[in-house]
């Protein structure tokens, strides 16, 4: 079973540039939500999608968005891009919208911004 | 609000030694909790939930509501069990999202 992919591996911008994200969840899983870990911040949750709808969103300004396609992969955008932005991206799905359920991470987008 | 707090950045123990890795939290609803581990190289990966009640690789981890504690406990520590452990509170019913503590890195050492 093929995990949870992301890309690109590794992304360059400048400030005030703006950074696509891209997820492919496991076949099956409906749910998926992206992670912002950030050099001594840790892992701070950023968005929820599910069913192509936005469920839940963490503590982070509207600059930063995303969307989930028919096919459940998932979009991370981030506007107006900031140096402190510079983070791993982290993307993990789960099969149900259940509490408790497992979720498989990916294994994350290195944005760096210059 | 939600907090996990992972109290040891760092933790070193020798091959064979117990090993408790700490983690509390504030929530006021009823908590779901995890530890999730990340060896080298590897991505992020559950290693067990409370609500399973199972020993993984040897860990265990017990939900003390009184104390607000979830500690991780292995008896006899490997060095493969040397990598980042991060303890998560599951929180918000509809609203539902993770909220990790920052981490310990474990070093079993030979």
């Known amino acids: 079973e093929a995990g949870v992919t992301q890309s690109p591996t590794h992304l360059i911008k400048t400030r005030g540039q703006q950074a696509t994200l891209r997820c492919s969840p496991i076949?099956?899983?409906?749910?998926v939500y992206w992670y912002q870990q950030a050099l001594g911040l840790g892992l701070q949750f950023l968005l929820w999608?599910?069913?192509?709808?936005?469920?839940n969103r963490g503590n982070f300004p509207p600059r930063f968005s995303g969307r989930q396609f028919p096919n459940y992969s998932s979009e991370l955008n981030v506007n107006a891009l900031e140096l402190e932005d510079s983070a791993l991206y982290l993307c993990?799905?789960?099969?149900?919208?259940?509490?408790?359920?497992?979720?498989?991470f990916g294994p994350g987008t290195r944005l760096t911004v210059l | 609000a939600q907090r996990v707090t992972q109290p040891e950045k760092l933790l070193s123990v020798f091959k064979g030694a117990p090993v408790e890795l700490k983690c509390n939290y504030s929530?006021?609803?009823?908590?779901?909790l995890f530890w999730y581990v990340q060896y080298s190289r590897q991505r992020l990966q559950l290693l067990l939930r409370?609500?399973s009640r199972e020993s993984i690789k040897g860990f265990t981890a017990d939900l003390n509501k009184g104390e607000t504690s979830f500690h991780l406990k292995k008896p006899f520590a490997q060095e493969e069990d040397s990598a980042m452990y991060y303890c998560?509170?599951?929180?918000?019913?509809?609203?539902?999202?993770?909220?990790f503590g920052k981490g310990t890195l474990l070093t079993v050492n030979p």
């Open positions: 993990a799905s789960s099969l149900e919208v259940v509490s408790a359920d497992t979720q498989y």
């Open positions: 076949s099956g899983h409906t749910s």
């Open positions: 999608y599910d069913e192509g709808e936005e469920r």
């Open positions: 929530y006021s609803g009823s908590p779901e």
């Open positions: 409370h609500i």
């Open positions: 998560a509170l599951g929180s918000g019913g509809s609203n539902y999202k993770l909220t």
